[in-house]
Structure formats: C-alpha cells, structure tokens
C-alpha cells in the first residue's frame, strides 16, 4: 500500500446537474461521485462490483469516488446526491 503522501485521490467533477435519489439495492447508475445530505454509513457499488462501506459520514459530505450504486443493506445516511456528467 501507498504511504499517505504518495496517494492522490481527485475527481473532477464538472456535471450539468444532479439529480436525488434514494438507496436501493437494485438500482445501478453511470460512475458518479455522490454527494451524501444527511449523516450515516454508505454502503456503495464500486466500478468492479464490489462493495465498500463508508461509516460515520457526516452531513454535506462529497464522497472522492466513482460508484455505479448506493446499496439499501447497510446504508444509514440519506438524501443522496448523484451527478449528470
């Protein structure tokens, strides 16, 4: 694994719009970065199909990576945010 300073995590992220949507276990989306409105623990849907947990995400988060879904299992955080790029 990278030291800390070795990483770069950065997305650039000019969308035309975003859009609200609710967790689902069934619903896929076009990568996108999401944005995470009310605080909680994210269960996403990387590119791979794999899964990864977020926890303790605060309220006005901005998530630094790619994600086709946002699963209902596991998921406490709401009022999600996806972008249109």
Do not use: H, W
Not at 51 to 75: D, E, H, Q, R, Y
Request: one cysteine or more.
């Amino acid at each position: 694994m990278k030291e800390e300073s070795q990483l770069n995590i950065g997305i650039d992220l000019q969308a035309e719009n975003g859009v609200n949507v609710s967790k689902s276990d069934s619903v896929v989306y076009r990568a996108t970065p999401i944005f995470v409105g009310t605080a909680g623990n994210v269960t996403v849907v990387n590119q791979d199909g794999t899964t990864c947990i977020f926890k303790n995400i605060a309220n006005g988060t901005f998530l630094p990576v790619l994600v086709t879904g946002i699963k209902s299992t596991g998921t406490t955080a709401s009022d999600f945010v996806v972008f249109n790029q």
